[in-house]
Nanobody, 123 residues
Framework: VQLQAFGGGLVQAGGSLRLSCAASGRAFRSYSVAWFRQGPGKDREFVAR????????DYADSVKGRFTISRDNAKSMVYLQMNDLKPEDTAVYYC?????????????????WGQGTLVTVSS
């Protein structure tokens, strides 16, 4: 499975962006997927996750109510709709697939990774 994230950019605080992640490989449709982010000088952190069917979405407390994860298995796509963006959301955002660990909040529990897309939120 190969993943490619795109859709990042520069946005003002309070604005919105939608990130996309394109996946190759039929097996993708059976995997849970997640978004992580890594801000300047910070560790990579969990943002959101959804199951293979698009159910049971879960979010980091810092983005709950502002971000929405979704997927379209017919198109092999994963999305992250980000609303009411804040400067602290500035980070490189990564999509990940296939949960292989015991804790999906941990980046090491995910097998496949995209290359990341940069989101910069100005104040």
């Amino acid at each position: 499975v190969q993943l490619q994230a795109f859709g990042g950019g520069l946005v003002q605080a309070g604005g919105s962006l939608r990130l996309s992640c394109a996946a190759s490989g039929r097996a993708f449709r059976s995997y849970s997927v997640a978004w992580f982010r890594q801000g300047p000088g910070k560790d990579r952190e969990f943002v959101a996750r959804v199951t293979w069917s698009g159910g049971a979405p879960d979010y980091a407390d810092s983005v709950k109510g502002r971000f929405t994860i979704s997927r379209d298995n017919a198109k092999s796509m994963v999305y992250l709709q980000m609303n009411d963006l804040k400067p602290e959301d500035t980070a490189v955002y990564y999509c990940a697939a296939q949960f292989v660990g015991s804790n999906y909040y941990v980046s090491g529990s995910w097998r496949y990774w995209g290359q990341g897309t940069l989101v910069t939120v100005s104040s």
